[in-house]
């Protein structure tokens, strides 16, 4: 076999690295170069083999270029490896022969490289971002005027008989008790007693008093203006407040139609006569806070938590805190 011969069958050997093509587009015109050509016309190099295959001959493949290295082997352009998500070059997988012709697992990745379509691996999503997870408890509402009523819509009495809800009316109303409370329903008079102020002092209370029962942590009367009271009845064979949980300072939820407002015992009124409260407290339940015409003739609802107190006494905001949360509890509580 001649040199050039020789040569052809060589160029020949690469042109089957790449598959068969009836399209002008894919065929394969390898020519050699002019060093190529002088080298062979020379002859070989004592010791020297023919080349197996030109050194990185362009193939056409398919509208892509693959080059082919001095291996025999083609190195295939593969997806995301290189700056800015560039394709770069790899090695092909060798056949089962040592030849460079690819398996049927690299034709594969070839096809999906050449269709620029790959299929995306399946990732570790993590926790949903939805929270799907176990979520907190609900924080409960504030207790309405229907959850309170719900509650007291019952009575056992713990009183030795019935009060008045003023002086020369029948005696009607028991004091009712729980283990958590007592509570009663009554009207609504308003007890402007203790530090006077703009609203509450001897020209407009006829029935003024400048003290109360129980006094602030300074030692002074109430004010009737600021602060939300009730007012129990004093101490007497009919009912003694002090032998179910109740003292000065005791929170109280007061109940009117749609209406909480939380308050402290703050004041004691007369052994038979039960209903009355502070100006403050008529005006948080929108109830005319007025001493002489106001207050209501019915449908409030008084209820005492037994064994509890504010300290300071003068404390509204306390007063209110507490109130909500033992509210919350008797409502959920089941006796």
């Known amino acids: 076999m001649s040199r050039v011969q020789t040569l052809t069958v060589a160029v020949a050997g690469v042109a089957l690295l790449a598959p068969s093509a009836s399209s002008a587009a894919e065929s394969v015109h390898l020519r050699?170069?002019?060093?190529?050509?002088r080298r062979v016309a020379a002859g070989p190099a004592a010791g020297s083999a023919l080349p197996t295959a030109l050194a990185h001959v362009a193939v056409p493949h398919r509208g892509r270029v693959e080059s082919v290295a001095r291996d025999g082997t083609r190195e295939v352009l593969t997806r995301g490896a290189g700056p800015g998500g560039s394709a770069t070059p790899g090695p092909a997988r060798p056949g089962p022969d040592g030849s460079g012709t690819a398996t049927p697992d690299a034709a594969a990745s070839d096809a999906a490289t050449t269709t620029g379509s790959a299929t995306p691996a399946p990732t570790d999503a993590g926790p949903s971002p939805s929270g799907s997870g176990p979520s907190a408890p609900a924080t409960p509402g504030p207790v309405t005027a229907a959850d309170l009523l719900a509650r007291v819509s019952g009575c056992t009495p713990?009183?030795?008989?019935?009060?008045r809800k003023d002086r020369g009316r029948a005696a009607t109303v028991p004091v009712c008790g729980t283990?958590?409370?007592?509570?009663?329903?009554a009207d609504m008079d308003?007890?402007?007693?203790?530090r006077p102020g703009r609203h509450c002092n001897a020209a407009t209370d006829p029935h003024f008093s400048s003290s109360t029962a129980f006094a602030q942590s300074d030692g002074s009367a109430l004010s009737s203006e600021k602060l939300p009271y009730v007012v129990v009845p004093a101490p007497s064979s009919l009912w003694d407040y002090r032998e179910h949980g109740v003292r000065g300072g005791s929170v109280a939820a007061v109940v009117y139609r749609d209406r909480v407002s939380y308050a402290v015992v703050g004041d004691t009124g007369p052994a038979d006569i039960i209903g009355e409260a502070s100006y403050a407290a008529a005006e948080s339940l929108g109830i005319d806070p007025d001493p002489r015409s106001g207050g209501t003739p019915s449908g409030v609802t008084y209820i005492v938590f037994k064994d509890s107190r504010v300290t300071p006494l003068e404390d509204r905001e306390a007063a209110e805190t507490q109130?909500?949360?033992l509210a919350r509890e008797f409502v959920d509580s089941a006796d």
């Open 323 to 325: 109130g909500e949360r």
């Open 179 to 185: 283990r958590e409370a007592v509570y009663w329903k």
């Open 190 to 194: 308003i007890d402007c007693d203790g």
């Open 32 to 37: 050699p170069s002019r060093t190529e050509a």
């Open 158 to 163: 713990v009183s030795q008989g019935r009060y």
